[in-house]
């Protein structure tokens, strides 16, 4: 489900050039809650057979085999080579490209996204919006699903606070953006879409690998910044500001997800 890795210097004089890194053995074990959690979006899809539908950041294609399932051809496309690899493995057909950078022209009654299109840079969102609306056919619809507004805040402000002081800014880093749904609105206005539904929805996620498996799959890119020997330790700090806010009392760790769910047809 994913687009593309921001690459982003720490503010500690590093030159280090470091990117989101995807390892779809982790993903597997530590993000399937990603693909199995949005039957919702996939719903409000609603692919019907026959339709040529493109699936923007598709990782390893197990939502886009749901898709095909129900009898649609599709496109998926993703910025990740291993993630690319994989879901072409299970036969799907899929392109590697950055998600703002789509090379396709009025060829997809329907663009579909899930838990990708907040991989983003904010200011990369308008380039993304028209390559979404130059891919559809006119009157043709977008059905996605990213992060929004107050997404994992709790994780956010715990990374802010334990690599502050080692000069890592964790927000610039990760590059991410969660935008509030007026906001949005506005963006997918602004690209030539009609806003039909638009939902902010909190959803807390269970997490299967827990928060370290979480952090080690999701913000290694972040947490590569830090020097070996400063990684580990900074990591613990981290578990330790969550566990009284995300731990559970059997011991589950349950992160503070919300979701931007939308339905827009282009103009």
């Known amino acids: ?60 294609g197990v939502l886009t085999e749901t898709i095909v399932a129900a009898g649609a051809s599709v496109k998926g496309v993703d910025s990740s080579p291993a993630m690319v690899e994989a879901a072409r493995k299970r036969g799907l057909d899929v392109d590697q490209h950055s998600a703002d950078a789509l090379p396709y022209q009025h060829e997809f009654d329907a663009v579909f996204s899930n838990a990708a299109m907040h991989w983003l840079a904010a200011e ?7 390559a979404i609306h130059r891919s559809l056919k006119p009157g043709g619809r977008f059905v996605a699903e990213l992060g ?22 964790p927000e610039e880093a990760a590059a991410s953006y969660y935008p509030a749904p007026a906001v949005y609105r506005r963006l997918l206005e602004e690209a030539g879409f009609t806003v039909v539904t638009m939902e902010l929805i909190p959803r807390p996620t269970l997490l299967p690998g827990g928060i370290t498996g979480w952090l080690e799959t999701f913000r290694n890119g972040v947490l590569d910044r830090l ?41």
């Open 148 to 169: 929004g507004h107050g997404n994992i805040a709790a994780i956010r402000t715990a990374l802010s606070a334990v690599l502050g002081p080692y000069g890592i800014d």
């Open 1 to 60: 489900m994913l687009l593309a890795s921001e690459s982003a210097n720490s503010k500690n004089g590093s030159m280090q050039n470091l990117e989101q890194r995807w390892n779809t053995d982790a993903y597997a074990a530590n993000g399937r809650f990603v693909a199995t959690l949005a039957s919702p979006v996939v719903e409000l899809l609603a692919p019907l057979a026959g339709e040529r539908i493109l699936d923007v950041g598709c990782g390893d």
């Open 227 to 267: 020097a070996p020997a400063d990684r580990a330790a900074a990591l613990a700090k981290v578990v330790h500001l969550l566990e009284p806010i995300l731990r559970d009392g059997d011991g589950n760790w349950i992160a503070d997800y919300v979701r931007l769910r939308f339905s827009v047809t282009a103009n």
């Open 124 to 130: 990369r969102h308008p380039t993304l919006l028209a």
